[in-house]
């Protein structure tokens, strides 16, 4: 019996959920001000940089100390996996993370019109879409597949589980799919669990102490939306986009998840062939409407001046957070740099 192995990565510098929402105000519009301004430079993001990256290093660094981390990692799986009584070949040209430079033909660039014309916000086509991988004529294979092949179906199931922890019963699953709430605790994740809580640590915006700290920089997100200038700013772009023949948007980011939600329903509606292959959604006429709308909304909001105004209220909101919680704010800079 045939089994693939799943894989998993832990990251332990992933930006925090409070984090992504801010970067939802500023990064996914592109928002690049009056001045050179950008996110970047916004308050909060300088005084949070050491907890969510932003250094210097080279994409060939990066790469290297991601896959010095992938060795580390399937090497403790190994060990784990001996204790638990299976064999295991860990695993070092799985694919893995690829890091690239801004530089090269597949830069990210949507303040540029001219990439926005031909990507439109990038959820169809992006960059390094259609890119194909060198064919060397070796097929890979999963050093550790003939081993499962070999093993009992309910050997398999007791491997697997090992190495990633019991998989969710469809109850359990359905039930967090309809919470929208899925939590990763590596303590029940396997031997990869325990391997990326060893390599990587835990992730202190996830603990408790830090909670309110988290659910604080969440709702400021929700404040800038709601901030008058901010009301002002979304009515002016609505009409403007109103008058491009896109009527329907009340804020600009309604834009962009107007594309994102309509792709996302192709995937829930899509069914499986005859002969049970999952067939491609066909997404040329959604690339086209992403790219007429994100043009507009990119000519909307340079019209009506929307990156700086916007960068202006989140830059005051920010300065007073800050001096509303530096305490809470140290306290986690802290907790990452001992981490």
Same mark, same amino acid.
């Given at each position: 019996?045939?089994?693939?192995? +799943?894989?998993?990565?832990?990251?332990?510098?992933?930006?925090?959920?409070?984090?992504?929402?801010? *970067?939802? *105000?500023?990064? !996914?519009?592109?928002?690049?001000?009056?001045?050179?301004?950008?996110?970047?430079?916004?308050? *909060?993001?300088?005084?949070?940089?050491?907890?969510?990256?932003?250094?210097?290093?080279?994409?060939?660094?990066?790469? =290297?100390? /991601?896959?010095?981390?992938?060795?580390?990692?399937?090497?403790?799986?190994?060990?784990?996996?001996?204790?638990?009584?299976?064999?295991?070949?860990?695993?070092?040209?799985?694919?893995?993370?690829?890091?690239?430079? @801004?530089?090269?033909?597949?830069?990210?660039?949507?303040?540029?019109?001219?990439?926005?014309?031909?990507?439109?916000?990038?959820?169809?086509?992006?960059?390094?879409?259609?890119?194909?991988?060198?064919?060397?004529?070796?097929?890979?294979?999963?050093?550790?597949?003939?081993? &499962?092949?070999? *093993?009992?179906?309910?050997?398999?199931?007791?491997?697997?589980?090992?190495?990633?922890? +019991?998989?969710?019963?469809?109850?359990?699953?359905?039930?967090?799919?309809?919470?929208?709430?899925?939590?990763?605790?590596?303590?029940?994740?396997?031997?990869?669990?325990?391997?990326?809580?060893?390599?990587?640590?835990?992730?202190?915006?996830?603990?408790?102490?830090?909670?309110?700290?988290?659910?604080?920089?969440?709702?400021?997100?929700?404040?800038?939306?709601?901030?008058?200038?901010?009301?002002?700013?979304?009515?002016?772009? =609505?009409?403007?986009?109103?008058?491009?023949?896109?009527?329907?948007?009340?804020?600009?980011?309604?834009?962009?998840?107007?594309?994102?939600?309509?792709?996302?329903?192709?995937?829930?509606?899509?069914?499986?062939?005859? @002969?049970?292959?999952?067939?491609?959604?066909?997404?040329?006429?959604?690339?086209?409407?992403?790219?007429? &709308?994100?043009?507009?909304?990119?000519? !909307?909001?340079?019209? &009506?001046?929307?990156?700086?105004?916007?960068?202006? &209220?989140? /830059?005051?909101?920010?300065?007073?957070?800050?001096?509303?919680?530096?305490?809470?704010?140290?306290?986690?800079?802290?907790?990452?740099?001992? @981490?």
């Amino acid at each position: 019996m045939s089994a693939a192995r +799943p894989s998993i990565r832990a990251a332990r510098l992933a930006v925090p959920a409070a984090a992504a929402a801010l *970067l939802l *105000l500023a990064g !996914c519009a592109g928002a690049d001000g009056g001045g050179g301004r950008s996110y970047e430079d916004s308050p *909060l993001s300088q005084y949070m940089s050491a907890a969510w990256g932003g250094d210097d290093r080279s994409p060939e660094e990066m790469q =290297s100390e /991601f896959d010095d981390q992938n060795r580390q990692i399937e090497e403790f799986v190994a060990d784990c996996m001996a204790e638990e009584g299976f064999d295991y070949v860990p695993v070092l040209d799985n694919g893995g993370v690829v890091y690239s430079s @801004d530089d090269d033909e597949n830069a990210w660039d949507p303040d540029s019109r001219d990439w926005v014309a031909q990507y439109g916000y990038g959820f169809v086509n992006y960059p390094g879409r259609d890119d194909q991988p060198v064919d060397t004529g070796e097929e890979w294979t999963d050093p550790n597949q003939e081993y &499962v092949e070999s *093993l009992s179906e309910s050997e398999q199931t007791a491997y697997f589980e090992a190495l990633h922890g +019991p998989t969710l019963s469809e109850e359990e699953y359905a039930e967090q799919e309809e919470s929208g709430e899925f939590e990763y605790d590596w303590t029940t994740a396997g031997c990869y669990g325990a391997a990326s809580n060893e390599i990587y640590g835990e992730d202190p915006s996830s603990a408790d102490e830090h909670q309110p700290l988290m659910d604080a920089m969440s709702a400021l997100y929700e404040e800038a939306q709601a901030h008058p200038d901010m009301v002002e700013l979304d009515a002016a772009w =609505s009409s403007c986009m109103a008058d491009a023949g896109h009527s329907g948007f009340s804020t600009q980011q309604d834009a962009q998840n107007s594309i994102m939600d309509e792709q996302n329903a192709f995937y829930e509606n899509q069914e499986p062939s005859e @002969d049970g292959e999952w067939v491609e959604p066909d997404f040329t006429e959604l690339g086209e409407l992403e790219i007429e &709308v994100a043009l507009a909304d990119f000519d !909307c909001r340079d019209e &009506v001046g929307y990156s700086d105004q916007q960068l202006d &209220v989140q /830059f005051e909101l920010e300065e007073r957070f800050i001096e509303e919680h530096k305490a809470e704010l140290d306290a986690y800079l802290a907790s990452v740099e001992n @981490d």
